[in-house]
């Protein structure tokens, strides 16, 4: 969860790079880093989504997440906006991507689910569950 979103925080510090700097060097730069966020994406949020929607819900639950995706396709397809505009809200979408994991990141720690949190232990057979009981 951290690691999400430090990567958030910097693929839109690169996206507004990319929209406000004049050197085509430092917008090659940014475009460098913001891939290399991409790649860091696909895995994170696999071990995220397996963390947290239900197994039974899982499919409804993709399928919702697609919805905005949709709209902001449409939008960008619809428009006539220029490429530094377009940057400028990839960075303003990624803050708030951002912001909503750090927001999920306290939910969850407040709840104890980190996705850090150790796995149960298994109870050794020879210890008895209750003070009372006995080995026979």
Known sequence: EKLAAVSFAVAAASMALIASSSSTTLKFLAMNLFEMTVGM???????????????SMRAAIYNIYRIPLNFIVLFSLLTDIKPSHAFALNALM????????????????????????EAPQKADPDTPLLESEEKV
């Open 41 to 55: 994406y696909w895995p994170i949020m696999g071990t995220l989504k397996g963390a947290i929607d239900p197994e």
């Open 94 to 117: 990624l803050t708030t991507a951002t912001v909503l994991m750090i927001v999920l990141m306290k939910r969850r720690e407040k709840n104890g689910m980190t996705s850090h949190s």
